[in-house]
């Protein structure tokens, strides 16, 4: 009997928020984090102001020791320069990281992987891998999922969806 796949999760994010409805605590106690991502048209935005086009929504990751503000890793994505942008984001000791991991096409389903390595959170998107440091030593990340959120000082413009299967 084939195995089945789990059904995508939609996120939504409601015009003027900044988190997803379906937003909710659950612990994560892992070395690695698989799942695969859908963005339909509903990613296509303009910021109110243009200085913010270039700010990175927070896709869907962990959170470690001292909260998601101090140590977690998780995927962010922008629309800038008509292209839909994916990034490795993290904190380590309250430093923000971002490095710009590749392109995704709407409607495409991409595979998407955060790995802990005793010191570094290693990701993965596409043929693109990449490492950033990490300041805990274990093993393991333990913490809780962190989901889709939008913007910085902005809030999403119009309805925003975002599928995730895990």
């Not at 998780?74 to 710009?100: D, I, K, P, T």
């Not at 802990?116 to 333990?142: D, E, H, M, W």
């Amino acid at each position: 009997m084939p195995v089945r796949e789990k059904p995508f999760i939609t996120y939504i994010i409601p015009a003027g928020a900044h988190y997803a409805n379906q937003s909710s605590f659950k612990a994560f106690q892992d070395s690695v984090l698989n799942f695969t991502v859908r963005f339909d048209s509903s990613a296509i935005y303009s910021s109110r102001l243009a200085e913010n086009q270039r700010d990175i929504n927070k896709l869907y990751g962990f959170s470690e020791a001292g909260g998601h503000h101090e140590n977690s890793a998780r995927f962010g994505w922008n629309w800038e320069n008509g292209m839909l942008n994916l990034y490795a984001y993290s904190y380590v000791e309250g430093e923000r990281h971002a490095v710009h991991m590749g392109e995704a096409q709407i409607g495409a389903e991409y595979a998407c992987t955060i790995r802990v390595t005793g010191t570094s959170y290693v990701f993965q998107f596409n043929n693109s891998i990449r490492s950033i440091p990490r300041a805990l030593k274990t093993a393991k990340a333990g913490g809780y999922l962190l989901y889709p959120y939008f913007g910085g000082d902005e809030t999403a413009q119009h309805e925003i969806r975002i599928y995730i299967r895990s």
